[in-house]
């Protein structure tokens, strides 16, 4: 917590002010997380304060919202290559003059701050997905690729990278991590005969979270000949499970593109769900979906 609140005071992220009798004041409060490697390892235990953004009012707190999230494709293409209260002044109020995590307008101050500083150093915003930057120096190619708060970067040469680190450290407030392993769900392995992506600790999540440990093993992908129905005299089942279901798997498809076939036939019926499409019983032919995509996940 201490290492947070110096991280403010060294960034000037706030001035404590007399509270404005006109303003809407922003609370905040703390988030406590464990930070896990690949395996599920704790590496960190981390603490950081943010505002309480549901309490913003749209058109007075801020206008547009948003966040730069990489596209998956783009990961892929790398990787190939506001107020808080003083007990001490108790009439007082700590007014921001920078964005705090929470905020609904913070992600988008971030960006356009981290582009503004990336760009005065001659790197090329992408123009398909502008969370990625290029910067290219005769035959020697450099990739940044953001995703919120993270960034993800490599060079065809070393070099290159420890100048980007050094120049980011002294710009901006930031944790090197090392080579990388673990990102967005994707476990990383750089090899000499190539780089391998899995989502084995994702997928075991899926399979646990939806309580489907036993479900049983077939081969992949499933047979193309099936026919799946609508099934309009079906009992429905909740949409938010079915839907949170298929969202899940859609992501998985980012290393198994054995199950899109799969994925894609089951996310046809996202409107109107029936327990066929989610339960494995003998007399539908449906019950392919429990086994082809519940339990292949885990190999």
């Not at 896990?36 to 390892?41: Q, V």
């Not at 009992?235 to 054995?258: C, H, N």
Request: glycine share 6%; with cysteine; hydrophobic share 40%.
């Amino acid at each position: 917590m201490q290492e947070e609140l110096s991280q403010f005071e060294r960034n000037e992220v706030w001035t404590l002010v007399p509270r404005p009798k006109t303003t809407n004041v922003i609370g905040t409060k703390w988030i406590f997380r464990n930070k896990s490697d690949e395996d599920g390892n704790i590496v960190r235990n981390k603490a950081r304060l943010v505002a309480q953004g549901y309490s913003q009012i749209e058109g007075i707190d801020f206008e547009e919202t948003f966040a730069p999230v990489a596209r998956l494709e783009s990961i892929r293409l790398l990787l190939s290559i506001s107020w808080v209260c003083d007990a001490h002044h108790p009439n007082h109020v700590y007014r921001l003059k920078k964005a705090l995590y929470g905020l609904k307008q913070a992600p988008r101050a971030w960006y356009e701050r981290l582009t503004q500083f990336l760009v005065d150093n001659n790197y090329t915003r992408g123009s398909v997905d502008k969370t990625l930057f290029i910067k290219r120096d005769n035959d020697e190619l450099f990739i940044a690729q953001i995703y919120v708060d993270d960034i993800v970067f490599g060079s065809t040469n070393n070099t290159k990278v420890q100048q980007f680190v050094d120049v980011m450290s002294l710009e901006f407030e930031m944790s090197l991590v090392g080579e990388l392993s673990y990102f967005l769900g994707l476990q990383i392995r750089q090899m000499h005969d190539g780089i391998f992506i899995t989502q084995a600790k994702y997928a075991k999540n899926l399979v646990k979270k939806f309580g489907l440990e036993k479900a049983k093993h077939c081969d992949t992908p499933m047979s193309t000949t099936l026919k799946l129905s609508k099934d309009a005299s079906g009992k429905s089942v909740e949409q938010t499970l079915y839907r949170g279901m298929i969202g899940s798997l859609l992501y998985l498809t980012a290393s198994r593109p054995d199950i899109s076939f799969s994925v894609g036939v089951c996310a046809r019926y996202q409107a109107d769900p029936k327990e066929s499409h989610l339960s494995c019983e003998e007399d539908h032919s449906l019950c392919e979906w429990d086994i082809q995509l519940w339990d292949l996940v885990l190999f």
